[in-house]
Structure formats: structure tokens, C-alpha cells
């Protein structure tokens, strides 16, 4: 474990922004998923939650959560399954 001072709050701010992160990843998947489920299912409200997917997408993306470029792909697959489910 660190003594120093500076490299202790560092830590303590690393594991914030990790568990931040790992709850933005989750969240992410899990809208990914629904949305993909009612696609497939022809879900009326699919359309809804495709769009509140693609914007947690595009907010993990801005943050730095994930890569702009992943995020991207991922938004892509899923309006490519939304729009033929």
C-alpha cells in the first residue's frame, strides 16, 4: 500500500471512477439487451428502447466509459437487428 499522501487519494479516486465505469458497462449491456429482445420479439415499444439504449451508448461513449468507436459498432448492430426484427 502507498505512503504517499498524493498516491493514496489517488487510489481512492481510481477506485471510484472503476466502480462508476463497471456500473455505466452494466447498465449499458442491460439496455442493449432489452432492446434487442423486443426487437427480435416485435415489441411495440421496441422503438422506445432502442433509442434509450443507443442514448446510454452515446453517453458512455462521451464520458469515456467505453471507446467512441465501440460504442458505434454496438449502436450500429442494434439498428441493424431493430430494423429487420
Known sequence: MANIKSQ???NR???KR???N???RSEVKTRVKVAQTAADAGAPDS???TREAQK???KA???GTIHKNAAAR???RLMRRAKTG
Do not use: F, H, M, P
Open 61 to 63: 461513449a462521451s464520458k
Open 47 to 49: 422503438a422506445d428502447k
Open 8 to 10: 493514496i487519494k489517488r
Open 56 to 58: 446510454r451508448l452515446g
Open 18 to 20: 472503476r466502480q462508476r
Open 74 to 76: 454496438r449502436t450500429s
Open 13 to 15: 479516486q481510481n477506485e
Open 22 to 24: 463497471k456500473a455505466v
